[in-house]
């Protein structure tokens, strides 16, 4: 029930709810690209569900989009796999911890197991004995730079791989 909002050039925007996307198109400032299923039934209206809209008028965009740096983001990222284990990670570790000086930064977090995350402590991997899976760094694609793009739709595909270049 989310509709893809592209900009007038056709790059993707942003993903928003169905209703919001219908707004737009019955105001004139976005046009349908893609109907989803399901039409929308009202008393004095039916309307095709929005999957894709391109807006009327271009939208200018700063380049160069900081992803910020959150709990969720770091477990997705690592797909909920633990860095040191490759358990099911649902916690996040700072490979240098904070207490020495280890910033909160997508280069320092990992998503890790409890276990893991337990047995570390206050210790770097080094110490330990440890050695990372992956190696931590900032997520890039399409599905992190177009805000709500994480659930995607099957139609959604030819427009966002044309973000990822």
């Known amino acids: 029930m989310r ?3 592209l900009n007038a050039g056709y790059e993707p925007l942003a993903v928003v709810s169905f209703r919001r996307a ?3 198109v019955l105001a004139g400032k976005a046009a349908v690209v893609e109907n989803g299923p399901h039409p929308v039934v009202s008393e004095m209206l039916t309307v095709d569900r929005p999957s894709v809209i391109v807006l009327s008028r271009y939208v200018k965009v700063p380049h160069g989009r ?9 477990l997705r990222r690592d797909e909920h796999r633990c ?3 490759n358990a099911h990670g649902s916690t996040i570790d ?6 020495r000086g ?3 930064t997508w280069e320092n977090l990992v ?4 276990r893991c995350n337990n047995v570390k402590g206050n210790r770097t991997p080094e110490e330990m004995g440890w ?3 992956v190696r931590p760094r900032a997520p890039r694609g399409p599905a992190w730079v177009v805000r709500g793009a994480d659930v995607r739709e099957p139609s959604w595909e030819e427009y966002l791989g044309a973000a990822a270049a």
């Open 83 to 85: 860095a040191y284990c």
């Open 94 to 99: 700072h490979v240098l911890p904070r207490s």
């Open 66 to 74: 900081v992803i910020p740096v959150s709990r969720r983001g770091v």
């Open 111 to 114: 998503a890790c197991c409890i």
């Open 102 to 104: 280890g910033q909160d």
């Open 22 to 24: 219908i707004v737009l």
């Open 3 to 5: 509709t893809l909002v």
């Open 131 to 133: 050695t990372l899976s």
